[in-house]
């Protein structure tokens, strides 16, 4: 794509084949009844595009099998955009679910009742062997079927005789590689490129400490994943299913561990497929197998600064500081939840795990197993996105959307910021509208950087009009100065006068309220890929000439007719792409934590049936601060921006200079460091968790 032929190249025309002769122009694209693989999506969009290239009408069936016997909305056509944008998304964007009914003849009948009313008599299964086999009984099936069918009255002879034959191709999806006949099954390549990313993110760890791992791979079956992850990543030892270990491998394994250990090495893998047996068909499990920079300088510092006095302290992180904490105080802690556990106290084990675990548990539990609300709040919100695309900004309207429904809100989401709002790009949303968003990169509602000044009256226009009386904005600092504006045009406008929110959401982190943005964790590590795949070691002391437009404009200049080149900004790459876990766990929480806050303070300033929301403290920024959630008012906020160069006036970050500084081998004084305090543990506050 984006390529042209090379110089000289003879060209060749694209000739549209048309439909074959004999073959029914329904041709549906669809997942199977097992689980997903990886590159799902790809097979789906090549099946789906191709069908429609070559005339035929195709339709999508989501639920795989299950869909395929429910039938109704389960069963959709398809055009070119419907599956676009989906070839780099993880397993299936039509689903896939197991399903007992297609495994009878009744199930398999109304299946292909629901097929000859979409005219349907092609079938394209993608899935394991036990998707494949179903597919083919019914194939086998088919004649009979339509005959019950025609006998029972649902179908006449006409339409039996037209959908006389059903044509079934099969695309293996196994990330176990466990099919014969193909030398790699959809999926298994992903899956290999997950285990090694986990591989090479441990082996850091276990050379830093002399450990061993234990890692236990899919697999029922087939030991292909284990296998050749093993070669690739030099594992010490392997168990696979299609050759258990010989007796007495429990004391092989441990002299073999034994000797590469006194030759010196600091790290020992151990993989097993999950369905690894020894000689006699006993399962081999992980278990069996494992019985048989900030915070180290800290740590440096805490050790220089310690006197007969000081008790033994433990370094963490809490939010973005560095704090000590007793070690014998947080060993009692965790002693006191193993007790609890025990004891089954279960409410206060998970106190005593401390904040951020507890936070998590509740929100999770806010999530996942409350249901909308039975009745409606006279209250309704609305979300957007203002600024440039950032990473989490999906999870935090995901969370926000389903929080607002659970209150029993009426929740709004508005397309592309404020210039959407202005132009009434509003339309309610439901609890399954927001689903798949959680890991989704970029703004699925779309943003931009309109201020509300330029479109004031549209704006005020469309809330009257949607009768909105809370907006929470989730961007960067766009979204907190035109928030701002919104609140100093409420002596003009009496529709204004409702509660509102800033969710900070930029890779910037330039936002006033908070020490973290959403998108900023992504960012950082987007920034730390680029830098990890650059093996250049003399770009440090580059020519002044020679930059990046100058270098672009060479090479095209160079290569043309032969190769494109291209310029990739590492800002724009910062913003795309799925969100890390930190990005997606904070999104949710900040969006679950605004919506509970805006609710608390529309019930008042709630009277008379209306909405009337002017003092400061209805329109605040919500961000971590150090240790905790804080709600910052907008218009105190903005005694400490410098709107000019848009950032707070002070940015905490900027004390790290001196730690990069420090550990480039400048010389530095120690007197300069500002070390972590000491701080005493209680079941409340104990949290050495990343975040809150």
Known sequence: ?????????????????????????????RSSSAGPAERMNAAVRAVTRMGIYVGAKVFLIYEGYEGLVEGGDNIKQANWLSVSNIIQLGGTVIGSARCKAFTTRAGRLRAARNLVEHGITNLCVIGGDGSLTGADIFRSEWAGLLEELVRDGQISEEVAKKNCRLNIVGLVGSIDNDFCGTDMTIGTDSALHRIMEVIDAITTTAQSHQRTFVLEVMGRHCGYLALVSGLASGADWLFIPESP???????????RLGETRSRGSRLNIIIIAEGAIDRSGKPISSNYVKDSSKMGMEAVMALLEATPDTPACVVSLSGNQSVRLPLMECVQVTKDVQKAMDEKRF??????????????WNIYKLLAHQKPAQEKSPFSMAILNVGAPAAGMNAAVRSAVRIGICQGHTIYVVSDGFEGLAKGQVREVGWHDVAGWLGRG????????????TCMEKIVENVRKFNIQGLLVIGGFEAYEGVLQLVEARGQYEELCI????????????????DFSLGSDTAVNAAMEVRDTDSSGGHRKCHEHYTTEFLY??????????????????????????????????GTKLGVKAVLWMSEKLQQVYSKGRVFANSGDTACVIGLRKKAVAFSPVTELKKVTDFEHRLPQEQWWLNLRLMLKMLANYQISLTEYISGQMEHVTRRTLSIEKGF
């Open 1 to 29: 794509e984006g390529r042209g032929p090379r110089r000289g190249a003879p060209r060749r025309r694209c000739v549209r084949p048309r439909p074959r002769p004999g073959i029914s122009d329904s041709l549906p694209g």
């Open 245 to 255: 270990p010989e007796d007495g491998w429990e004391d092989l394994m441990c002299e």
């Open 347 to 360: 409410e206060e084990a998970i106190q005593l795990r401390g904040r951020s675990f507890e936070n998590n």
């Open 442 to 453: 970029g703004s699925m509602l779309g943003t931009k950087r309109t201020l509300p000044k």
């Open 499 to 514: 509660v509102m929110c800033v969710i900070p959401a930029t890779i910037s982190n330039n936002v006033p309220g908070t």
């Open 553 to 586: 404009n060479l090479y095209s200049s160079e290569g043309k007719g032969i190769f494109d080149c291209r310029i990739n900004v590492l800002g724009h790459l910062q913003q795309g792409g799925a969100p890390t876990p930190f990005d997606r766990n904070y």
